[in-house]
């Protein structure tokens, strides 16, 4: 069997147009081909001259010819050759193009086609993606590895080979890379990041300023600009509830696509304004209940059908119905009353209501200073103060507006400055960015 070196970047296009050569060549009468028609097909071993000549030969067959002649059994073990050196190819890109090809590709075709892959191609990949994406990729292909069709590796670095194509096609990434570039050499870093300050903390966006909003997306910036998007990894503290600042970077360095980020930012942000507008509807509600005068267990039903299908009830894990002033405060400093979901709203105004009825709308005064919802704080004074009932709603009305707008418009912001720092942007191009969304 004939042994011809493949090239080092073979094109797998290239080779079927070599076998339509050799296809139309045969068919033409041309003796070279004729000649490696009858060396290398076997049911053309036994045929001669004018037989030979005559013989109808496929396209397939031609491919076969072509396979044999480069060392491989058939043309599957030809294209599969031609498909590894490709993938293996990839390892020559550099980190940014690197991480642009990975934030198209499914955590599935990563993990079944980097399985038997060269150390270059899995270090390439693997080092340009986040530590907790990097854990699972890493793990899913061990599992897959023991018993993977062995097509399914092919068919997945295939995918991987169509978007290195796309991307190469809108100017994204240089496919095949250069001839200079360098393929991937040493070890895959698997120790956690040092970890830096939370640039938040536990302080939501709406009680930051604008302008402290654009500082932070701009030191971020300057970090992923010198570092690279995945040194953001650092920026989230591990074992802590994720707030919108650290769901957004999660979501960027685990390499998620921006048009991807921006639409889950921007469903979090409405789903929270949702949420509170349901809060705060209850806390106006409330507040009208209790400036009527309603039975307790009647403000209770009120809040919750806000939140509660019909026929749908729940019932308070405490009740005081005797509860004074300040036993209500007490429960309220001890979180025993709180308003952090509507379930707690509903319970806490319950307890309002009791004691309204037990004191008297003064009775309601040391709870007024405790709350920390600022919409229940004025809503309470107001009423211990016996301010007009519509005057009151209209206000109460219009603090609300006020605080979903502050909230939409500061996470709006928000968003935009991470989708900035994904791209690259430099400093000064973020704090406009926030600034010019926070505004409009």
């Known amino acids: 069997m004939s042994s011809k070196k493949l090239p080092a970047r073979a094109s797998l296009e290239n080779l079927r147009k070599q076998a339509k050569g050799l296809h139309k060549a045969f068919a033409d009468g041309d003796h070279e081909a004729v000649t490696r028609i009858q060396e290398h097909l076997p049911r053309a071993t036994v045929l001669f001259d004018d037989a030979l000549r005559a013989m109808d030969l496929s396209l397939q067959e031609a491919q076969h010819v072509l396979a044999r002649e480069y060392g491989l059994s058939s043309w599957d073990g030809l294209r599969g050759a031609v498909e590894t050196s490709d993938f293996d190819e990839l390892s020559r890109l550099n980190d940014r193009e690197t991480q642009t090809l990975l934030r198209q590709i499914s955590q599935k075709d990563l993990s079944r086609a980097i399985v038997g892959a060269s150390d270059a ?55 095949p890379p250069a001839a200079d570039a360098l393929p991937f ?8 990041p040092v970890q830096h300050d939370d640039p938040v903390g536990d302080i939501s966006f709406e009680e930051l300023e ?5 500082e932070i997306y701009a030191e971020l910036t300057e970090v992923a600009r010198r570092d690279g998007i995945l040194a953001l990894e650092s920026y989230i503290p591990r074992g802590r509830r994720v707030n919108a600042l650290r769901e957004g970077i999660r979501l960027a360095v685990d390499g998620t696509n921006p048009e991807l980020i921006a639409d889950i930012l921007r469903v979090r942000t409405e789903t929270m304004a949702r ?3 349901v809060r705060l509807d209850m806390v106006i509600q409330g507040i009208a209940s209790l400036q009527a005068g309603d039975n307790p267990w009647i403000i209770f039903h009120k809040m919750q059908v806000h939140y509660l299908d019909a026929g ?25 009353l709180a308003a952090r979901a509507p379930g707690d709203l509903a319970v806490l105004f319950l307890h ?59 996470h709006f912001a928000a968003s935009a400055g991470l989708l900035a720092v994904v791209a690259g942007a430099h400093p000064d191009v973020v704090t406009k960015t926030v600034t010019e969304t926070a505004t409009s």
């Open 352 to 410: 309002l209501g009791f004691a309204a009825r037990n004191g008297g709308l003064e009775a309601l005064a040391s709870a007024a200073q405790v709350v920390e919802l600022p919409l229940l704080k004025a809503g309470l004074e107001q009423v211990i103060a016996a301010r007009d009932h519509a005057e009151l709603r209209a206000d109460l009305m219009a603090q609300m507006e006020a605080e979903i707008s502050r909230l939409e418009r500061h």
């Open 210 to 214: 604008v302008e402290e909003i654009a």
């Open 312 to 336: 749908v009830g729940e019932t308070p894990n405490r009740s005081r119905e005797q509860i004074t002033a300040d036993e209500l405060r007490d429960w309220i400093e001890r979180g025993w």
């Open 275 to 277: 949420n509170r507008r």
């Open 185 to 192: 050499e040493g070890e895959v870093d698997l120790t956690p």
């Open 121 to 175: 191609l899995r270090g390439r990949f693997l080092t340009n993606m986040s530590r907790r994406v990097r854990s699972f990729i890493i793990e899913e292909s061990k599992t897959l590895a023991r018993d993977l069709p062995a097509h399914e590796p092919t068919v997945s670095r295939q995918r991987i080979l169509e978007w290195a194509e796309t991307l190469r096609d809108n100017g994204q990434i240089t496919w």
